[in-house]
């Protein structure tokens, strides 16, 4: 008998045959959701690769991550002042690579109808970036130090707020050269956001009151006050109700934000999570349907809340650094999340 009969084939010797492509059969839960469920029996609930995907390439810390509005593609950025575009599909690869800034970039968000990326950068000006060309568009200077934080306006015209360590608010219209508000505030601004009408802007930082300026009259409307530390993130709600703040007391709270609500509007506050020395802008963010939200931590695990039971979903391991960063996917049950390990995890949940 040839010794080449005797011989068993490679896949036969392997405990658990894996072949390159999983071969995913699907099954449909009640709820009318379709599990995926792969070879080795674990159940998938989104279309990623594997369950987990690992994304390295960054030369320095990880400091803001965003996907992209249609869920196709994600944005990171941090200390290397470089710009990621990655995949967030098949092998996850960086697809698109924008340089520009001569700071690190403090944080990113996309455009609503995803064309352009805003940066904040240490180098004191705010980026806005075309997507399609990877080419910067714009370079917006007024600030006379490091810009912590900027947001873009959800809907009409195309303006973005930013918050700066000069201890000012600004609001630009890019379509008009030079000309932005500036909201003059006392301490640093560590964090942004528009309201959902862009009528308002929602600053924050180390005097740990988060200020609500009315935009028309340059003034402060109201303060939401609770907070005994700096508020390092600020995120609108989906539906622009709420605003979800992450602050260095090691607290997250929800406020209420809508005309007309009781004086009280700090309406949960949510525990668990870590700030430590390193103090670091720990972003938030919350789940597309308001149903879960999510904060940075510097003890290496990304936290998951329930926004009705104010219990802890998930406590995700993974990573070797401060979580300074997370992002829910705009349509599947995914979370993204950027460290200071130089690194970035994608990660389904139930």
């Known amino acids: 008998m040839p010794v080449t009969e005797l011989k068993r084939r490679a896949d036969e010797l392997a405990l658990v045959s894996v072949p390159k492509r999983a071969r995913n059969e699907v099954s449909t839960v009640d709820s009318g959701t379709s599990v995926v469920e792969s070879d080795i029996g674990i159940p ?16 320095g810390e990880v400091f803001t991550v965003a996907f992209h509005p249609d869920g196709k593609y994600l944005a990171s950025a941090g200390f290397d002042r470089q710009l990621f575009i990655w995949n967030v599909y098949g092998e996850c690869e960086n697809v698109s690579l924008m340089t520009g800034h001569s700071g690190a970039v403090m944080e990113l968000h996309f455009s609503t109808d995803g064309n352009t990326v805003y940066t ?10 075309d997507l399609e060309t990877g080419v910067r568009i714009k370079k917006l200077k007024g600030h006379t130090t490091f810009v912590n934080s900027c947001h873009p306006v ?39 956001t528009f309201s959902d009408t862009a009528e308002q802007i929602l600053s924050s930082g180390i005097d740990n009151d988060i200020k ?26 989906p539906d622009g109700s709420y605003v979800l703040s992450n602050s260095m007391d090691n607290t997250v709270r929800i406020w209420d934000v809508r005309p007309f609500a009781p004086q009280e509007r700090c309406v949960k506050i949510l525990t668990g999570h870590q700030h430590n020395f390193e103090k670091n802008l720990l972003r938030c963010s919350w789940s597309p349907d308001g149903s879960k ?39 599947e049950p995914v979370l993204l999340s950027g460290s200071s390990d130089k690194s970035l995890y994608l990660g389904e949940f139930e």
Not at 120 to 129: I, M, N, P, R
């Open 293 to 331: 939200v999510s904060a940075g931590s510097a003890d290496r695990f990304v936290y998951v809340w329930d926004t009705t039971t104010r219990r802890i979903m998930y406590k995700l391991p993974g990573h070797n650094g401060s979580v300074n960063d997370v992002d829910f996917h705009p349509s």
């Open 120 to 129: 904040a950068s240490t180098d004191h000006t705010v980026g806005l970036w």
């Open 44 to 59: 998938r609930y989104s279309n990623l690769l594997a369950p987990i995907m690992l994304m390295e390439g960054h030369q």
């Open 212 to 237: 609500v300026w009315d935009t028309r009259k340059s003034s402060i409307l109201y303060r939401l006050k609770g907070h005994t530390d700096t508020v390092t993130g600020l995120a609108l709600s």
């Open 154 to 192: 959800r809907r009409g015209p195309q303006l973005v707020c930013s918050g700066s360590d000069d201890c000012t608010v600004k609001m630009w219209d890019p379509r008009k050269r030079g000309q932005c508000s500036t909201f003059n505030n006392t301490y640093q601004v560590t964090a942004v």
